[in-house]
Nanobody, 127 residues
Framework: QVQLVESGGGLVQAGGSLRLSCAASGRALSLYAMGWFRQAPGKEREVVAALSWSGGYTYYVDSVKGRFTISRDNPKNTLYLQMNSLKPDDTAVYYC????????????????????WGQGTQVTVSS
């Protein structure tokens, strides 16, 4: 099973940018469909972005479309989430997750579809 470790979180002013990284070990990320989730205090964990196993398909929740970009670097075995134009509502703990699918084009968008999770990284956006 793949092990995931997130990094890159921090405190940033509204309008700023952060890039989250999710380093994998144990297995190649190119074998998995991937996702970024976030969980704010008192709220359920929600999907932010997803990447298909093939890497050719992406999904973004409406609130981050045009601002966030999910990508994967296979040689580095690392998943990224580039976050631009950050807003206070983006404040949350961000998690990366890996899941398996039979199809290379399927996007996984719910927590129950993922089997491997990182420990999370805090993102705080000040107004």
């Amino acid at each position: 099973q793949v092990q995931l470790v997130e990094s890159g979180g921090g405190l940033v002013q509204a309008g700023g940018s952060l890039r989250l990284s999710c380093a994998a070990s144990g297995r190649a990320l190119s074998l998995y469909a991937m996702g970024w989730f976030r969980q704010a205090p008192g709220k359920e964990r929600e999907v932010v972005a997803a990447l298909s196993w093939s890497g050719g398909y992406t999904y973004y929740v409406d609130s981050v479309k045009g601002r966030f970009t999910i990508s994967r670097d296979n040689p580095k075995n690392t998943l990224y989430l580039q976050m631009n134009s950050l807003k206070p509502d983006d404040t949350a703990v961000y998690y990366c997750a890996a899941g398996t699918t039979l199809s290379r084009s399927v996007l996984l968008t719910t927590t129950r579809q993922y089997k491997s999770w990182g420990q999370g990284t805090q993102v705080t956006v000040s107004s």
